[in-house]
């Protein structure tokens, strides 16, 4: 009687202690990433917070079909950049270029700080059914907390010096990397024409109401510094997502 008795309790303590691993284990968020059971396919599963990337009618990115932009009269893009410290950063999903606050982004009437920018190889957007190998989203914020993200586009060729304090020390994760000096207005193109549409955050928890701009003037670096950056990222982008009725606009 006793021997069961002790064979009891052991069995109860033993599924209590099952039950509490197998509850720890459904409280913590799968790891998100770009490919495998992580990959942007299963998004919505790994949690509750995901949702939007699966039931949301205006994610990010999107494929810009040029000749189905509907030409409009859009504000200009004043970008008000200023340089200063910085600080680089791999987060383990990209490499991140902090800013101080001071830049801002208007359009029209409204206006942004800008917080930092981003990398995605390849590009997320699609124009005309193709990538570019690189893209950097500048990513801003109102202060009524609109976010209003800026895409610049990049193709293989010279090397872009405004970067080259950025792909000359990429850091390994979790290891920052200070600068004392960068002007994030010298990565932008010369020609500020672009695409305008309504989307979301291109990574969980994949929120819309994001307003993007993306350049149409792609900007160039070298195959070298495309290298520097495939070695830590070969393939770190959202496959486009359906555009769901929503209208692309292109300024004039």
């Known amino acids: 009687?006793?021997?069961?008795?002790?064979?009891?309790?052991?069995?109860?303590?033993?599924?209590?202690?099952?039950?509490?691993?197998?509850?720890?284990?459904?409280?913590?968020?799968?790891?998100?990433?770009?490919?495998?059971?992580?990959?942007?396919?299963?998004?919505?599963?790994?949690?509750?917070?995901?949702?939007?990337?699966?039931?949301?009618?205006?994610?990010?990115?999107?494929?810009?079909?040029?000749?189905?932009?509907?030409?409009?009269?859009?504000?200009?893009?004043?970008?008000?950049?200023?340089?200063?410290?910085?600080?680089?950063?791999?987060?383990?999903?990209?490499?991140?270029?902090?800013?101080?606050?001071?830049?801002?982004?208007?359009?029209?009437?409204?206006?942004?700080?800008?917080?930092?920018?981003?990398?995605?190889?390849?590009?997320?957007?699609?124009?005309?059914?193709?990538?570019?190998?690189?893209?950097?989203?500048?990513?801003?914020k109102s202060a009524d907390g609109k976010l209003f993200v800026v895409a610049v586009l990049f193709k293989t060729g010279k090397e872009n010096a405004a970067l080259a304090p950025v792909f000359s020390a990429l850091p390994a994760e979790g290891k920052p990397n200070p600068l004392a000096s960068f002007d994030p207005a010298a990565v932008l193109p010369t020609d500020?024409?672009?695409?305008?549409?309504?989307?979301s955050l291109t990574t969980p928890p994949c929120s819309d109401g994001v307003r993007w701009q993306v350049l149409k003037q792609p900007v160039e670096l070298s195959k070298a510094q495309l290298a520097a950056f495939n070695k830590l990222y070969k393939m770190n982008a959202r496959p486009v997502q359906p555009l769901n009725g929503r209208v692309v606009e292109v300024s004039k």
């Not at 672009?194 to 989307?199: A, D, K, S």
Request: charged share 20%; net charge neutral; hydrophobic share 40%.
């Open 192 to 199: 500020r024409a672009y695409y305008r549409f309504m989307g």
């Open 1 to 140: 009687m006793k021997n069961k008795l002790i064979t009891s309790i052991l069995g109860s303590l033993f599924a209590l202690s099952f039950a509490t691993a197998h509850a720890d284990d459904k409280a913590a968020p799968a790891h998100w990433g770009y490919e495998g059971k992580g990959g942007p396919a299963n998004w919505s599963e790994l949690d509750a917070a995901n949702q939007a990337c699966k039931i949301s009618k205006e994610q990010s990115p999107i494929n810009i079909v040029s000749k189905d932009a509907k030409k409009a009269d859009l504000p200009a893009l004043d970008f008000g950049y200023k340089g200063g410290s910085a600080e680089v950063i791999n987060n383990g999903h990209t490499v991140q270029v902090n800013l101080p606050a001071g830049s801002t982004l208007k359009v029209g009437s409204d206006e942004a700080a800008l917080l930092q920018f981003h990398f995605h190889t390849p590009s997320e957007e699609k124009i005309n059914g193709a990538n570019f190998p690189l893209v950097a989203h500048f990513v801003h």
